[in-house]
């Protein structure tokens, strides 16, 4: 059983984020997840576009950014100018007028482009644009802050998008609330990556690469 592990990097220590990344690396985390906030589509802020070019030049490893935006269309380009080849770019379908625009720019950008889905957010709304992303990031929570509570119904959105993920040919990711217990039940049934934070990963006084492993291990007993 193969799954993907992605850093929440909302929730790191910034007193050194040169250390929480090389720690993260060196420690086996697969992808960095940056959340990118306007306290307009989500009334929050988080990461900057600062923190995420930085992250960018500081690994070697793939980064998952998050547009929570209004709009995004209009400003992509100065995310996609920060990023390299083969990263990957997700945005909100409800919060642009033509998403499939805007998947277009990150897909000619050389870059995944990928569409997060909100708990309310029906997949029948989203399932024509299902034939163009290769990622699919599942909302657990209501998007903007850490630490949320999972909602239960999450659950039977992502069995239909595991239904349709090899017909339609993208993967399905796990944001926000991710226990032990979620990636037990879920990485089986064919999820591709979880997005580790505050639950599992980050805050525990323990080092990142014995957190990792063990999440590994448990999940395949």
């Known amino acids: 059983m193969v799954f993907e592990l992605t850093a929440s990097m909302m929730c790191a220590g910034y007193g050194n984020l040169e250390k929480e990344v090389h720690d993260l690396e060196s420690g086996g985390i697969d992808s960095f997840h940056i959340d990118i906030m306007d306290g307009r589509y989500v009334p929050n802020f988080a990461m900057s576009l600062n923190d995420m070019a930085y992250i960018a030049s500081a690994t070697n490893k793939p980064l998952d950014v998050h547009l929570m935006l209004e709009h995004p269309n209009n400003n992509i380009h100065i995310f996609l100018r920060k990023l390299r080849r083969g990263d990957t770019v997700y945005i909100h379908p409800e919060a642009e007028y033509h998403p499939s625009t805007t998947l277009q720019k990150i897909i000619d950008a050389g870059m995944i482009p990928g569409i997060a889905i909100n708990p309310g957010t029906s997949i029948e709304t989203v399932y024509e644009m299902l034939r163009i992303v290769k990622k699919v990031l599942v909302m657990s929570v209501n998007p903007g802050n850490a630490g949320q509570m999972y909602l239960p119904y999450v659950g039977k959105k992502i069995d239909r998008l595991l239904q349709l993920k090899n017909e339609m040919k993208f993967k399905v990711y796990w944001d926000g609330a991710c226990s032990m217990d979620k990636i037990i039940q879920f990485a089986p049934k064919g999820v591709d990556g979880f997005v580790l934070g505050t ?22 007993e």
């Open 199 to 220: 639950t599992l990963l980050f805050g525990k006084n323990r080092p990142y690469g014995d957190i990792i492993n063990e999440i590994r291990q448990v999940a395949a």
